[in-house]
């Protein structure tokens, strides 16, 4: 049977979406046992397409004048989906993450649509959370590698931003699965999929 498995990789900053996002979609029990590598679909709603500058606006953080534009992306990639449906995608941040960026500046959206034409291709989204306490920790461990420190100044944004997933992954009508990094990794992943019969369509 052919792996067709589907993930949306949703979290704050410092939870480890895109090494797993990149784990996963090289995963033997997501995308099977491969003689040679090469590539597999792996996208992000994190990329500054919109503006022609570093860390510049995208699909989570277009302007209101960007409306459009956004949702006519988000009709694209859901198309593409349904058009490609019998293929492995890994999404590094999707739909909540939009949601919850476009509250926290007074813009509410319903992507109930976009959810609807997700579910019968077998989506599902895991949210990456870990302890409050455990943050520290991580951000020290990012200013490492960092080409933009200042944005991890505050830790209390990324605090605040796992409860409001939470909230939205809560009323999502896809599976979810939440995921604690400190504790657990693909394979839970993998294991979620399988018990739903999701890695297969």
């Known amino acids: 049977m052919k792996l067709t498995p589907k993930v949306i990789l949703e979290g704050t900053r410092l939870t480890g979406k895109t090494d797993l996002a990149y784990a996963l979609n090289e995963h033997p029990r997501l995308v099977g046992h491969r003689k040679y590598r090469y ?20 699909l989570i953080d277009f302007a209101p004048e960007e409306t459009a534009h956004a949702m ?24 909540l993450s939009t949601m919850a960026y476009q509250a926290r500046h007074g813009r509410e959206f319903s992507f109930d649509w976009l959810e609807e034409r997700l579910k019968p291709l077998n989506f599902a989204i895991v949210l990456c959370t870990r302890p409050e306490d455990t943050f520290e920790e991580a951000r020290t461990e990012r200013l490492k590698i960092s080409a933009n420190p200042k944005q991890y100044v505050s830790l209390e944004p990324f605090i605040e931003e796992q409860q409001q997933l939470r909230a939205l992954a809560a009323k999502s009508i896809l599976p979810v699965f939440e995921l604690d990094v400190t504790r657990h990794g693909p394979d839970d ?11 297969t369509l």
């Open 72 to 95: 006519e992306t988000y009709q694209t990639w859901v198309r593409m989906f349904e058009l490609q449906r019998y293929y492995s995608w890994i999404v590094d941040r999707f739909h």
């Open 39 to 58: 590539h597999s679909p792996l996208i992000s709603a994190e990329w500054s397409g919109f503006s022609n500058e570093p860390w510049g606006r995208g």
């Open 189 to 199: 992943v993998a294991d979620f999929l399988q018990e739903r019969d999701l890695l």
